[in-house]
């Protein structure tokens, strides 16, 4: 499932810097392109061979990833906990499940998630398709018996029969969670929010007012941007949380609970830094409510970095630049097709 | 708050008979019109004069509607238990609520619900402004101390002062409770949802297929109208739940509960039908997973007649003309403004 050819943008970007004229003589941007990439356009993003990204699939997905009878009690979604109004995340600490019940870490945005090594904050699932199998049997997120329990439900609702049928033609019985996954991971693909620091990328260099551009500096001056790099200027690789100095409530072994291997406790994703200025709390735990603060722990932790107010308060800004809006089609909420008679009936 | 002038909604239909030319000689239309009225134009829906509908107004309401900061978890909002993907309730028995506790009535649909004499299955509230305050502060639904919690959180998010100030731009502070249950009222007057059953009424008698028609015609013969009528096929008024059989399974005193009037015992808001094919379970209770089913029990606990498995069929054929969808607008998901440094925390 490797793709995403990075050349084919920075090719874009040099040809839109010609078109605005200032982008060479502009040294900020010339660095920045150096660690960061701006998002494809939608027609752009890329998809795996074996799901490729068609519009009856986002359309299917838009209505799985919407519809609260893919868990057990009928009342949570992806959606719930990935609420495309509140940037693909919760806000809160961590995620309120099945009888509500509470998870152990906090929720993963799925806005610009697909531009990521791996999925969840442990990366114990390889692709969006993987990731979305995982919440629909945890025992405190949708919670259904078994994945078989999901598709149940699915073919027994008769206004799905025609979406999965759309979506996946060549099947004899496209209501199978595999497609089901796909959808929705087709329909994730397009959550996409471009940016000012789009634009900037892009050679737009007017696009980031002062204080921004200086937070960019120090972002790269300082280190943030060796972890925090690519399109989603994070989401590239695993960090130990607490590098040069302890975590020192760190209770979360992390990644070593997917791998068993030493040296990955404490590991976690470096996680997607795109509209985290609208996503707290904050870290695997949610533990830090106020970005300034969780700019100066990491700069502490990881960087052995003291940064001053003012520096915490430029990188904060720059980050809030990255602050950008999902396609207008991606926002509709579906109107569901109704249950049958066979439809499991809710259970708490 | 009396408005709604019918006759001029009469007179629309007599001109849109006029167009259409057959409605004048379809003995059908012209005793449906007795008891039913086609929604109106969206932009003709009434407002009270103390809540005009504006779009600033409209606007905030989707904000606020779908935001689930405004429960103490920040877990739950309006539309968790009335998602407008399921026609605006929440097909369940009973909803989920804070930290997954369920309440004791099912979810009355939102769309279309300002055509009704008052809200609640009790009646308890005399109109959408006044039903928006309840689950606010209903221990079991989003659970806040109070309504000042609700407005401390409103006042505490910077982004939702312009659109207060917009909505209300007389008021010097315009973030307050009764503007939020306002705003949120004049969203839900726009979800109204026009359906086959609104052409047929206005003179196409084409809309309707021959079962259809049968069962419009049985549910008027049969007495089911005599309830069921105006707008809404429902809403207007109170009745007692098992008028000619008594209800076997009667625990809920209904409207007594408000009056402590003993002849309001077992009383119930007549329900509004649009939509019911979509909105399983019924009865205020929930109990009934089966549209087919609940038209019987009806026509025996309230009227005494026993209809046959093919008038059952019929007349749930008839009720399923009435599927309509809400207004593109009010499906669009807001992206909403970031919490402040002095926003409460999500409570579990």
Redesign the interface.
């Known amino acids: 499932m490797k793709r995403s050819p990075f050349s084919l943008f920075g090719l874009l970007g040099v040809l839109g810097m010609v078109g605005l004229g200032s982008a060479q003589e502009d040294p900020l941007v010339q660095k920045a392109e150096a660690f960061f990439r701006p998002l494809p356009e939608l027609k752009d993003v890329p998809s795996p061979k074996d799901n490729p990204t068609t519009k009856e699939k986002v359309d299917l997905g838009r209505l799985l990833y919407?519809?609260?009878?893919l868990s057990k009690?009928?009342?949570i979604s992806c959606a719930?906990c990935h609420?495309?109004?509140?940037?693909g995340a919760?806000?809160?600490?961590f995620?309120?499940g099945?009888?509500?019940?509470?998870g152990v870490r906090n929720s993963n945005a799925t806005l610009n998630a697909d531009f990521q090594v791996a999925q969840f904050w442990d990366g114990r699932a390889k692709d969006l398709e993987e990731q979305a199998l995982g919440p629909m049997v945890n025992p405190v997120e949708m919670a259904n018996d078994s994945h078989e329990d999901v598709v149940r439900t699915l073919q027994s609702i008769p206004g799905y029969r025609a979406p999965f049928q759309k979506a996946f033609p060549k099947d004899a019985q496209p209501v199978t969670i595999q497609n089901a996954v796909r959808a929705i991971a087709a329909f994730e693909r397009t959550l996409i929010t471009p940016s000012r620091f789009d634009a900037f990328l892009k050679g737009d260099t007017k696009a980031l007012n002062k204080e921004e551009r200086q937070g960019l500096a120090l972002f790269m001056d300082k280190g943030c941007s060796s972890c925090h790099s690519g399109v989603g200027l994070g989401g590239t690789m695993f960090q130990k949380f607490g590098v040069v100095k302890p975590n020192p409530d760190a209770k979360d072994l992390g990644r070593y609970v997917v791998t068993k291997d030493g040296s990955d406790r404490y590991v976690f994703k470096v996680p997607v830094l795109r509209n985290v200025?609208?996503t707290?709390p904050y870290f695997h735990d949610g533990s830090v409510?106020?970005l300034e603060k969780a700019v100066k722990m990491m700069a502490e932790l990881q960087l052995g970095v003291q940064l001053s107010e003012s520096e915490q308060k430029q990188i904060a800004l720059f980050l809030k630049s990255t602050t950008g809006?999902?396609p207008?089609d991606a926002?509709?909420?579906?109107?569901?097709p109704?249950?049958g008679?066979e439809t499991p009936?809710?259970r708490?």
């Open positions: 919407n519809d609260p009878r009690s009928h009342a719930s609420n495309l109004g509140l940037y919760d806000g809160r600490g995620s309120v099945h009888r509500g019940m509470t200025a609208e707290a409510w106020d809006h999902p207008k926002l509709v909420i579906p109107m569901f109704a249950s008679k009936r809710p708490d």
